[in-house]
């Protein structure tokens, strides 16, 4: 019995010993990423903001990704506001870079608007996907606009049901395409439109590339839609040499003949990023907007009257002779504004900005070292009910002139 209790403690005091030694091993993993970044700081670090990095590599996108795909998004921030407090700026580790979060009007303002201290500073996947050539360098297309939603509208309205947000989707995704290169067929806008989807779920995936995540699909379908470009590109410049200069331009002959301060025309490459940035810019988020925008009209009924009201003035108001919307008539369309404007508060559809510090700046009693990227958390603001009162609601009179509001 003696024998069988020792062995017993010696078991005991092994697990011990075992479990120690497993919590030390976390506990040194869980700061290798502040004492990796943080060292090269020197004194700075003692004045970065509070905050956590998360583990090493992953950092904190395990419960970035874990609050955005729950009920709650705003845990996520909220868990930073609790433990640190409402203090607008906190370090982390995000899309693979050691990163100051700010999520404050003041503070957002300030690194939106400070453009000698702060440039864009987007994650490698999306720079890779959409092009790094795209963030260096419209026409109104206002009758195709209107032609295409209407003849859209009235082909669903003979479907039966369908899948509102697919069709919104195909139906932007076509008039973006238009508006950059006007005279492609329905073959390569399908090509285009198949591929681009699956590059598309990848812009803001980590930059993992193997088989199996999204960001390894979306660079082999990257190289699809840059060979599918580059061969309309081809095509557009051999027309342009047999042709001459088209009478009417779209986005692809601006792009053909824009020249820099040195006379220097856009290569190839250039041109396919900025077609690739404008597209992703221009489509996913036209097509999600107004896709809220009709819901939650739709669930206030009293509110989706008001702007219907509204548009129903405007179209009285026209001359017998005017045929199609008008741009002064977008002007007058001021209840409709508000209700885009609560929407795009609302869902946050861009739910960070991501910018990188040029040099040390000192903001709030605290430092952004040089170098570090800095998200500007669009959405906190947007969901902080110290600057939007009950911010979960859906109120386009927020947006009446004289009503308070912070940002």
């Known amino acids: 019995m003696e024998n069988t209790g020792e062995g017993v403690n010696s078991w005991l005091v092994m697990f011990t010993a075992l479990l120690g030694g497993f919590v030390v091993v976390l506990g040194l993993l869980k700061k290798a990423n502040e004492w990796y970044y943080e060292s090269k700081l020197g004194e700075k670090r003692l004045s970065l903001p509070p905050g956590d990095m998360g583990w090493p590599f992953i950092g904190n996108m395990w419960s970035f990704l874990r609050a955005f795909k729950s009920n709650d998004p705003e845990s996520f921030i909220n868990g930073f506001v609790k433990r640190f407090g409402r203090i607008g700026m906190y370090k982390a580790f995000m899309f693979g870079n050691p990163t100051i979060m700010v999520t404050i009007p003041e503070t957002c303002r300030q690194v939106l608007m400070d453009d000698e201290k702060f440039k864009p500073g987007w994650p490698q996947s999306t720079v890779e996907l959409i092009g790094r050539k795209s963030f260096v360098a419209l026409s109104v297309y206002l009758e195709f606009i209107e032609e295409n939603v209407v003849s859209t509208l009235e082909r669903w309205s003979n479907m039966g049901e369908i899948e509102f947000l697919t069709q919104l989707r195909k139906l932007t995704f076509r008039i973006v395409m238009h508006i950059f290169i006007s005279k492609g067929g329905e073959s390569v806008m399908d090509a285009l439109e198949e591929v681009y989807t699956t590059l598309n779920y990848g812009v803001r995936a980590m930059a993992i590339n193997l088989p199996g995540f999204a960001y390894y699909r979306a660079l082999k379908s990257r190289k699809r839609l840059v060979e599918i470009f580059l061969s309309v590109v081809n095509e557009r410049r051999a027309v342009r040499v047999r042709d001459g200069p088209p009478a009417k331009k779209d986005m692809l002959d601006n792009l053909l003949d824009v020249k820099d301060e040195n006379d220097r025309k856009l290569n190839d490459e250039e041109i396919i990023d900025t ?133």
């Open 275 to 407: 077609l690739i940035m404008y597209l992703n810019a221009g489509h996913e988020s036209s097509g999600h907007i107004t896709m809220w925008a009709t819901v939650l009209l739709q669930e206030h009924p009293d509110m989706f009257q008001k702007a219907k009201a509204e548009q129903e003035q405007i179209v009285k108001n026209r001359s017998s002779m005017q045929k199609g919307l008008r741009l002064k008539e977008i002007k007058q369309m001021d209840y409709l504004n508000k209700v885009i404007d609560e929407t795009l508060r609302l869902i946050s559809f861009s739910l960070v900005v991501f910018r990188e510090a040029k040099k040390d700046v000192s903001m709030n009693g605290y430092i952004i070292p040089m170098g570090w990227k800095v998200e500007v958390w669009l959405r906190n603001v947007h969901r902080d009910p110290e600057v939007y009162p009950n911010p979960n609601k859906f109120d386009p009179s927020r947006w009446d002139v004289g009503a308070e509001t912070e940002f």
